[in-house]
């Protein structure tokens, strides 16, 4: 009877054994989990202080004399550079939504996620807040490519946005639930010289005259800046009703035009009428990540391809815009990992990250050729008329031009 008790115990223990390992109710799975903050907590977060050092990779701004660190959603570091050789660092703005900026005389205008704030510069010492544009512009945090599910059970309530995502392992959802997360990934994939400043080849914000344009991933929105403390949100123009296409990710002005750099291509938009600007002309490529410069009838664009940015190989695309509605193709230099890139006096500049900075002879626009290469990690560029300011991994590098398409170091920031 015992033996009899024994045998029907292992077997049911065998038994369960089977059954868990069939069951996959405990098995884990990586959640991308909202983060929430208050629009009020966020507006109040705002301050201005002394310098500060930072660990974080960020874009170049720079005007006649001073240069600016952007790091996104952290802040703006201000230097004074008036003297290149010796960059001193002044300021630092708060701003926890920050993502690009602009600067035209005396006013700096920055995003805060939602918002657009005007920063009176005119005393460096003491920059001032003296406008805040509520709820004017789109913003979509990136969403963690590593991520299985997204949890849509956690949302945003009224005053309150999503400011970004936070990695969880959860329990992986069964039956129902499964499909509803599988729904909710596929929805949020889907749905993500005359005062004026000069940004690098990133940059998103560009001023026009008496008009700020911004962009986020599908519209371009126009500000009326002719009153810096009484600026306002003059328009949102849809422009993937105009291209039908990929995600917005840099602007480049030249006279008129607007040149739009996107997932997709290049697009020109006319900008004359600076408060109504309109869709001229496209040049498409396959899916990959690219900024673009314009100088006088020729545009250049980067085009990377692997990882998020698509499947295309790494080049340089030159651009005929002499025919603004028809932009043609002139022709193709192929460069490993090309990130941003600058044009001055016929020669061109192109970082490529680990790969070093290039210095291409683009006089002739039909055969680019590579002059020199500078060993640093950088990944954009800004050619002022008077030297280079280059921007990499936790640091800035300028340089002064030297003769045979050669640089010379003047000044590196480290942080």
Same mark, same amino acid.
């Given at each position: 009877?015992?033996f009899?008790?024994s045998?029907i ?9 089977s ?5 996959t109710s405990?098995?884990k799975a990586?959640?991308?989990?909202p983060?929430?903050k208050?629009l009020?907590? %966020?507006?109040?977060?705002v301050t201005?202080s002394?310098a ?9 701004y ?6 600016f660190?952007v790091v996104?959603?952290s802040?703006?570091h201000?230097f004074n ?14 701003l926890?939504?920050v993502h690009? %900026?602009?600067?035209?005389g005396?006013y700096?205008y920055?995003?805060n996620?939602?918002d ?5 510069i005119?005393n460096i ?6 406008q805040?544009?509520?709820n ?5 945090p990136?969403?963690?490519?590593t991520a299985?599910f997204?949890d849509?059970?956690?949302n ?12 969880e392992n959860k329990n992986r959802?069964?039956?129902?639930n499964l499909?509803?997360?599988?729904d ?6 889907s749905s993500?010289?005359?005062?004026v400043g000069i940004g690098?080849?990133y940059?998103?914000f560009?001023i026009n005259?008496?008009?700020?344009y911004?962009i986020?991933?599908y519209?371009?929105n126009v500000f009326?800046i ?10 949102a123009v849809?422009?993937?009703d105009?291209f039908?296409?990929g995600?917005?990710e840099?602007?480049f002005?030249?006279k008129e035009f ?8 290049m697009y020109?938009?006319n900008a004359?009428?600076?408060f109504?600007?309109?869709f001229v002309s496209?040049?498409s490529?396959?899916?990959a990540?690219d900024?673009?410069v ?10 990377r391809g692997?990882?998020?940015?698509g499947a295309i190989?790494d ?8 025919d %603004?509605?028809n ?5 193709t230099y192929l ?7 600058? %044009?001055?006096d ?13 210095v291409?002879d ?5 055969n680019?050729t590579l002059?020199?290469?500078y ?12 030297h280079l ?7 800035i590098?300028q ?8 640089l010379q170091f003047?000044?590196?920031i480290?942080?």
């Amino acid at each position: 009877m015992k033996f009899l008790k024994s045998l029907i115990a292992c077997c049911s223990l065998v038994l369960f054994a089977s059954c868990s390992s069939d069951d996959t109710s405990n098995e884990k799975a990586l959640f991308a989990v909202p983060v929430i903050k208050s629009l009020v907590s %966020i507006r109040n977060s705002v301050t201005v202080s002394a310098a500060r050092q930072t660990n974080s990779d960020g874009k170049i701004y720079a005007t006649e004399n001073l240069l600016f660190y952007v790091v996104k959603e952290s802040g703006v570091h201000v230097f004074n550079n008036s003297n290149p050789a010796l960059p001193v660092n002044i300021a630092f703005i708060n701003l926890e939504g920050v993502h690009d %900026i602009a600067v035209k005389g005396n006013y700096l205008y920055a995003d805060n996620y939602v918002d657009l704030l005007v920063f009176d510069i005119s005393n460096i010492t003491s920059i001032t807040l003296v406008q805040t544009i509520e709820n004017a512009i789109s913003f979509s945090p990136d969403f963690p490519t590593t991520a299985e599910f997204y949890d849509y059970t956690i949302n945003a309530n009224l005053g309150e946005i999503v400011t970004g995502y936070r990695l969880e392992n959860k329990n992986r959802p069964q039956g129902q639930n499964l499909i509803m997360m599988e729904d909710a990934m596929t929805g949020i994939l889907s749905s993500n010289g005359n005062g004026v400043g000069i940004g690098g080849s990133y940059a998103r914000f560009q001023i026009n005259n008496n008009a700020l344009y911004t962009i986020d991933d599908y519209q371009l929105n126009v500000f009326n800046i002719s009153n810096p403390v009484n600026s306002f949100f003059d328009k949102a123009v849809y422009m993937t009703d105009w291209f039908g296409g990929g995600q917005f990710e840099t602007l480049f002005l030249q006279k008129e035009f607007l040149f739009v750099g996107s997932t997709s291509g290049m697009y020109t938009v006319n900008a004359e009428d600076e408060f109504n600007p309109y869709f001229v002309s496209g040049f498409s490529h396959a899916t990959a990540c690219d900024p673009v410069v314009v100088f006088g009838n020729t545009a250049y664009i980067t085009v990377r391809g692997g990882s998020s940015c698509g499947a295309i190989e790494d080049q340089v695309n030159v651009i005929d815009v002499t025919d %603004i509605s028809n932009p043609t193709l002139l022709s193709t230099y192929l460069l490993n990992q090309p990130y941003g890139l600058g %044009i001055r006096d016929g020669v061109l500049y192109v970082c490529c990250g680990s790969e070093g900075l290039k210095v291409l002879d683009a006089s002739n626009s039909s055969n680019l050729t590579l002059q020199n290469t500078y060993n640093e990690n950088l990944i954009d560029v800004i050619p002022l008329s008077s030297h280079l300011i280059a921007v990499g991994n936790n640091k800035i590098i300028q340089y002064n031009y030297g003769p045979n398409f050669s640089l010379q170091f003047i000044s590196e920031i480290n942080f």
